[in-house]
């Protein structure tokens, strides 16, 4: 895992080991579903989640070196909302 090339996504290149290895650590749930659903709550995208593909998880304000546009990650209720409502 880390960084993509640009510095604009964070990768997961082994989603089983990450699970093992940092979900089952450091949260509540192991479960890569829940924690991708818990990113796109605050704005993040998922490219790449086909099945032994690389996982990348973006956001305009998560970027590398740039620890100063953090406090613009944010939960909102529209985005809650629409995550609700999707199937």
Partial sequence: GGWNAAGD????RNMDRFEDE???????????????RQLHYYGFST??????????????HFVRGRPDLLKHLRVTRAQMLALAETP
């Fill in 9 to 12: 996504a964070f990768v997961v």
């Fill in 22 to 36: 940092v979900l089952a650590r450091n949260f509540t749930s192991a479960n890569s579903n829940s924690f991708a």
């Fill in 47 to 60: 490219l790449g989640s086909r099945k032994g593909a690389n996982y990348e998880f973006t956001h305009q």
